[in-house]
T-cell receptor, first 114, second 111 residues
Framework: DGGITQSPKYLFRKEGQNVTLSCEQNLNHDAMYWYRQDPGQGLRLIYYSQIVNDFQKGDIAEGYSVSREKKESFPLTVTSAQKNPTAFYLC?????????????FGSGTRLTVV | DAKTTQPPSMDCAEGRAANLPCNHSTISGNEYVYWYRQIHSQGPQYIIHGLKNNETNEMASLIITEDRKSSTLILPHATLRDTAVYYCIVRMASGTYKYIFGTGTRLKVLA
């Protein structure tokens, strides 16, 4: 079955360390997105990519970095510059950059920085 | 993108219809209404979307008022597995890249 896979499901890191969250999709979708969700809050867009080798900052990109070297993969690195990295991170993809057919979301990675 | 207003929480008896309202009084003519739901600790799931006409799929029905200032998502026979946070989002179908997720409606289906 086609889908979008995020790994790991839970991640613990020490403060000051960079950490990379994986996101892989086999839906042949062009566009991919990273969102962050804090408890009781809606989702906020970190980065998005409409095509391979291209990505743009979302609303809260500071302290994060991404790459899009392959259509299937859109990893997110949470750097030590991110002041409050503990959160639930969600990756999504859409058939085209407009996303008018809806987004498919992964099951998320819960990052805890201690 | 237009803002939406949803009640923070609702209860529904199992087997009954769940009617989730959404106000979007500033919606413009080329903006669609999308509904997603998020079961606890999972990623949001697309449910349905529409522009003017009512829409139905295997999951739900979407009723949009004639003036398009509000809409209702209907789950015809709610089950315990429908307990989730439901997000109503308004956005254009082209020229934009993101959904603006508010805090949604927390629906609790009661046995």
């Amino acid at each position: 079955d086609g889908g979008i896979t995020q790994s790991p499901k839970y991640l613990f890191r020490k403060e000051g360390q960079n950490v990379t969250l994986s996101c892989e999709q086999n839906l042949n979708h062009d566009a991919m997105y990273w969102y962050r969700q804090d408890p009781g809050q809606g989702l906020r867009l970190i980065y998005y990519s409409q095509i391979v080798n291209d990505f743009q900052k979302g609303d809260i990109a500071e302290g994060y970095s991404v790459s899009r070297e392959k259509k299937e993969s859109f990893p997110l690195t949470v750097t030590s510059a991110q002041k409050n990295p503990t959160a639930f991170y969600l990756c999504a993809s859409s058939l085209n950059p407009v996303g008018n057919y809806g987004y498919t979301f992964g099951s998320g990675t819960r990052l805890t920085v201690v | 993108d237009a803002k939406t207003t949803q009640p923070p929480s609702m209860d529904c008896a199992e087997g009954r219809a769940a009617n989730l309202p959404c106000n979007h009084s500033t919606i413009s003519g080329n903006e669609y209404v999308y509904w997603y739901r998020q079961i606890h600790s999972q990623g949001p799931q697309y449910i349905i979307h529409g522009l003017k006409n009512n829409e139905t799929n295997e999951m739900a029905s979407l009723i949009i008022t004639e003036d398009r200032k509000s809409s209702t998502l209907i789950l015809p026979h709610a089950t315990l597995r429908d307990t989730a946070v439901y997000y109503c989002i308004v956005r254009m179908a082209s020229g934009t890249y993101k959904y603006i997720f508010g805090t949604g409606t927390r629906l609790k289906v009661l046995a």
